[in-house]
């Protein structure tokens, strides 16, 4: 079983990103499961035409997970089983969202670790036997429960996901921060970058550099393109949307390309004063542009 990882900024393109390739993946014949590691639970609504479905935080949450804890709800207790948590969605692909906490209390990274838990618990992943795990992580702030996938090794690889303006590399600074610290203890590696374009403020030369500086190749940039809203809008990936464009036949190759990688790495990320650099280049380039 394949582990994989996208980590990126919160809106730069990840569920788009882990969407499209769990569908690309999925018409190959494998067995794909997505796990969302967002509060927002979006992830996935892509594979589900829009719906959303339960979360596991709610999901135990709901069976009194704070009372009794997940290995006693799990084990009898409370009645908790893979079906009220796992769902299928487009050519079967197995969908799971981690949710968050109820707004103002807690941490959001705790929804990351009961999900892991709940599932291992249950024994998905022998149950369902996936050939390839995707997990879809917001990288704003590395924080323990966001970093777990990393931080234990459970993902294979990490692929970032950016654009070239500045908050979204500066999250990829911090993402890299998180994978150096682990990955000598068990952690996961880079994979690489998936650069994902915004049209005209698109400075493709400054993610290369960061990219070469950081030591993490890029795997693929997706381009800016009115597909991508046309088919969200109907709760859909471009592969479904459009199987026939040249948008789903990037998609199945960058899928494949991070499928069949095995050339991961250690990152090396940018120290202040770099970043400081970087900053500078991006607001020379947008004032240009302006």
Request: proline residues 4%.
């Amino acid at each position: 079983m394949r582990q994989i990882a996208f980590y990126g900024k919160g809106g730069i393109g990840k569920s788009t990103v882990g969407s499209n390739i769990a569908a690309a993946l999925a018409e190959r014949g494998l067995t794909v499961m997505i796990i969302g590691c967002d509060p927002k639970h979006d992830c996935t609504r892509n594979l589900l035409g829009t719906r959303k479905i339960p979360t596991i935080l709610d999901t135990v949450r709901n069976a009194d997970v704070e009372r009794y804890g997940v290995k006693e709800l799990i084990e009898g207790l409370r009645v908790v089983t893979l079906e009220y948590i796992v769902v299928e969605g487009y050519r079967g692909i197995y969908c799971a969202e981690s949710g968050g906490p109820k707004p103002g209390v807690g941490c959001a990274g705790r929804g990351v670790i009961a999900a892991i838990e709940t599932l291992k618990r249950l024994k998905a992943f022998e149950t369902l036997n996936p050939d390839i795990v995707l997990y879809d992580v917001l990288g704003d702030v590395v924080c323990g429960g966001f970093a777990m996938p990393l931080r234990m090794g459970l993902a294979d690889e990490v692929y970032i996901v950016t654009s070239s303006d500045y908050l979204s590399l500066y999250a990829a600074n911090n993402i890299c921060l998180g994978i150096e610290e682990f990955v000598d203890r068990g952690g996961s590696p880079v994979g690489g970058i998936v650069y994902n374009g915004r049209g005209a403020a698109d400075f493709e030369e400054v993610v290369q550099d960061f990219a070469l500086k950081t030591g993490c190749g890029i795997v693929g940039k997706i381009p800016h393109d009115s597909l991508f809203a046309e088919a969200e809008v109907q709760g859909k990936t471009v592969i479904e949307h459009a199987p026939n464009s040249e948008i789903a036949d990037l998609f199945r190759k960058l899928a494949w390309d991070i499928y069949e990688n095995t050339d991961v790495s250690k990152p090396k990320p940018l120290n202040e004063d770099e970043m400081s650099v970087l900053a500078s280049i991006i607001g020379n380039r947008a004032s240009e542009l302006h």
